[in-house]
């Protein structure tokens, strides 16, 4: 069975500072796929970036960068000059290769960001 | 840019009424997903759809939830009759296909439900 955690309910970070948002899973998959997603107060879920198990370079897009760490099974996304607009939840993901293997959120990081 | 488009935004239940939710996913993705997510918690998922066949509804309360595909393009979930538990927002999302680690699922903006 897939899990994610995220340790951190709450998050606080100043305008224009970076931010880590940590992310753990476990999986007895050898090939799997990691994503991050924005969830803003109005509800929709937003795709930021994917992490492959057998990507040898960690992610980017924009300000947002993975952190995969694949010995330790952590995926921690990073901000990079946080944008007011940047507050909201933050949830990691995970599924695995085989045709029906679905999508397992973790429970979600709330960030904050202070003018 | 392509949606998913679902609808209502919203909806206010009494309980043991029946509600419906509809959603469009993207055209041209084949796979279709119904997650529920209760305030304060991360999507689970009720149901998948590839084109019209349901490939997993093993987390779908059947005795008073159902879903379809009949097209293969738009989707139809409803709850009959809900309760009270069964407040939370449904989500929908879409994506090319299964199959392969980089399915990156688009989401709709989701219906808020409350059950009174």
């Known amino acids: 069975a897939q899990k994610i955690t995220q340790t951190q309910p709450g998050m606080f970070v100043q305008e224009k500072e970076a931010v880590t948002l940590d992310c753990t899973y476990d999986t007895s998959d050898q090939s799997y796929g990691l994503f991050w997603y924005k969830q803003p107060s109005s509800g929709e879920m937003i795709f930021l970036i994917y992490q492959g198990s057998y990507d040898e370079q960690n992610a980017t897009e924009g300000r947002y960068s993975l952190n995969f760490q694949k010995a330790r099974k952590s995926a921690n996304l990073v901000i990079s000059a946080s944008q007011l607009g940047d507050s909201a939840m933050y949830f990691c993901a995970m599924r695995g290769l085989r045709e029906r293997q679905n999508f397992v959120f973790g429970p979600g990081t709330r960030l904050s960001v202070l003018p | 840019e392509a949606e998913v488009a679902q609808s209502p935004r919203y909806k206010i239940t009494e309980k043991s009424q029946a509600v419906a939710f509809w959603c469009d996913p993207i055209?041209?993705?084949?796979?279709l997903y119904w997650y529920r997510q209760i305030l304060g918690q991360g999507p689970e998922l009720l149901v998948q759809f590839q084109d019209e066949s349901v490939v997993d509804d093993s987390q779908l309360p059947k005795d008073r939830f159902s879903a379809e595909r009949l097209k293969g393009v738009d989707s139809t979930l409803k709850i009959q009759p809900a309760e009270l538990g069964d407040s939370a927002m449904y989500l929908c999302?879409?994506?090319?296909?299964?199959?392969?680690?980089?399915?990156?699922?688009?989401f709709g903006a989701g219906t808020r439900l409350s059950v009174l």
């Open positions: 999302a879409s994506s090319l296909a299964p199959g392969r680690e980089k399915n990156i699922q688009y």
């Open positions: 055209s041209g993705h084949a796979t």
